[in-house]
């Protein structure tokens, strides 16, 4: 496995009137093979625009994205496959061809799919449902679905955009934990975009914030504790003091920046 | 990959979502609101066909409604056995059949490949779709004429006519059925690398199958309806449309009723069938 690197990226978007307009600037940043790493920042910062320019699904407008030796751009789920917050399961596939499907476009034979896929399915614990569909699954059972469904390719990089937004708190923290242990014992590279303090600190090797309007990384925080870490992590100093720092950061800028109500 | 230490976290994560997974399976299987057991409203089909031809006989044998012109259910139910051995109902029923089966293969065959075109390509759609729009408004019936200047009275004009009714309903549905599907099963595709082939096959039509199966259906019976409409007007052409004309014009009316009875029967053998076929197809969705 090799590193990813990003370097002087930028986007720009031309609106439908014509005006430019930049969702992400000057952003550099390296993530290690095996790496953790959380993205957070205020709406419309363009996390998910860099994430989906990590993966080659956007064409970045300046700078570049380099996996090892090789320019990422277009899509290679052998490389880096996405978890999208809403599932995007194909409700007209079974669960089992759900996952197989990435294999089955990247040419595999019938056995070798399925074979595969329910390997995967296995691993995320849901084999009992491989010839469901998704709509006969709950939210947090689909996730898992399409964690099992970017896991089949065994890529490079795992890039999740808010997996667990759609999600309920209780089923939130149940598969959070769930999922960041499986990818820890995998020894996985991800990146992971969140809103949710806690998520992001709790799981990350490093965090990037992020600032908006144009969006550009304000800050790259490491985080110390050792891996693999349990809910007593969250009552120690150190987290709190992280989570302070982000809470100021993140959302009191936010409120800053937000529109003032007048009374 | 290894699967350690996440089997106890994983099954109670499973049994959470578990119990909520089957109570949605639950609701989706149990009848929806309002909904009256089978055998019931079987009961009031029964009630209302079995009441209906009692009046209807009491009324014919009382002389209290001309039986010359509406003839009477018993009539018509010894009509409907003849009609079995009839050797001209039965052509009749053959080439109302043909013509019924070629007008739909070709309207479904056009239909579907305009839809995909039409659905697929914003220039095609914003050049076509428009006349296609016009054709559905407006009553289709006055082209027969034209029709059967250009074909003369034969089958085919007949065919030609039921094509015509018959494919507008399939682009229709097909466009509708492609527009339908969310544009983040085209994002994920990409990014899990589909080739254009895989886009058209795993996406666009799965996707649009419950579009492209409604318009089917309805274009096949807009083929029926077509081809007896034809067969009214084009005796050359025979079939069950011309023969109930003839009939009801000899006042043969429990003949031209037993036939009438017979086609419903097919039409509801058909339709039963066909959405079976449909249901087995698009089980996917949400009911």
Request: aromatic share 10%; charged share 15%.
């Amino acid at each position: 496995m090799s590193q990813l690197v990003v370097e002087d990226l930028s986007v720009e978007y031309t609106s439908m009137s014509g005006d430019r307009f930049t969702a992400c600037t000057d952003i550099n940043l390296t993530i290690e093979s095996g790496e953790f790493v959380t993205i957070i920042g205020p709406s419309g910062c363009g996390k998910s625009t860099l994430l989906h320019c990590l993966g080659g699904l956007l064409q970045p407008s300046g700078g570049s994205v380099k996996l090892g030796e090789s320019v990422v751009d277009s899509p290679d789920p052998h490389k880096a496959s996405f978890v999208f917050q809403d599932y995007s399961l194909f409700p007209w596939k079974s669960v089992v061809d759900n996952v197989g499907m990435g294999l089955k476009f990247a040419g595999g034979s019938k056995k070798e799919v399925a074979a595969q896929a329910r390997e995967k399915l296995e691993f995320v614990g849901l084999t009992r449902f491989a010839d469901r569909y998704p709509r006969e699954l709950s939210g947090g059972m689909q996730q898992r679905v399409s964690l099992a469904r970017a896991l089949a390719l065994e890529p490079q990089i795992l890039l999740m955009d808010e997996p667990f937004g759609a999600l309920d708190e209780q089923t939130r923290r149940a598969l959070g934990e769930e999922m960041s242990q499986i990818l820890r014992a995998a020894g996985q590279t991800v990146v992971l975009i969140t809103h949710s303090l806690d998520e992001a600190i709790f799981w990350a090797d490093r965090i990037v914030v992020m600032s908006a309007s144009p969006g550009r990384i304000a800050e790259v925080i490491e985080v110390k504790h050792p891996q693999p870490r349990d809910l007593s992590f969250m009552a120690t100093e150190e987290f709190q003091q992280l989570r302070v720092h982000l809470f100021e950061k993140v959302e009191f800028n936010q409120l800053q920046r937000g529109p003032k109500v007048s009374a | 990959m290894n699967k350690i230490g996440i089997v106890d976290s994983s099954t109670k994560a499973l049994s959470v979502s578990d119990d909520r997974g089957t109570s949605r399976r639950r609701k989706s299987s149990s009848p929806a609101a309002g909904a009256a057991p089978r055998a019931r409203v079987n009961l009031w089909v029964l009630g209302i066909l079995i009441g209906v031809a009692a009046l209807w006989q009491i009324a014919s044998s009382t002389h209290l409604i001309d039986k010359k012109f509406v003839s009477d259910p018993l009539s018509i139910l010894t009509s409907l056995g003849r009609i079995f051995t009839d050797a001209t109902a039965l052509t009749a029923i053959g080439q109302t059949l043909y013509a019924v089966v070629v007008s739909f293969v070709l309207g479904a065959i056009i239909g579907i490949v305009l839809g995909f075109f039409i659905g697929l390509n914003a220039t095609v759609r914003a050049a076509y779709f428009p006349i296609v729009r016009v054709l559905m408004g407006i009553p289709t019936v006055v082209f027969l004429p034209l029709l059967i200047l250009a074909f003369g009275l034969s089958t085919t004009a007949g065919i030609a006519f039921a094509t015509l009714v018959s494919f507008v309903q399939v682009v229709v549905n097909v466009v509708a059925g492609i527009d339908l599907i969310d544009p983040k099963y085209y994002r994920v595709a990409h990014a899990f690398n589909a080739s254009k082939w895989h886009l058209f096959f795993h996406v666009v039509v799965s996707g649009a199958a419950p579009g492209i199966f409604a318009g089917l259906y309805h274009g096949l019976r807009n083929s029926f309806i077509g081809v007896v409409i034809a067969q009214l007007y084009i005796s050359a052409a025979g079939g069950v449309g011309f023969l109930v004309y003839l009939w009801t014009n000899n006042f043969q009316i429990d003949d031209a009723m037993a036939l009438i009875l017979l086609m419903g029967a097919i039409v509801i053998i058909v339709g039963t069938s066909w959405k079976f076929v449909e249901a087995r197809v698009t089980s996917w969705q949400q009911r």
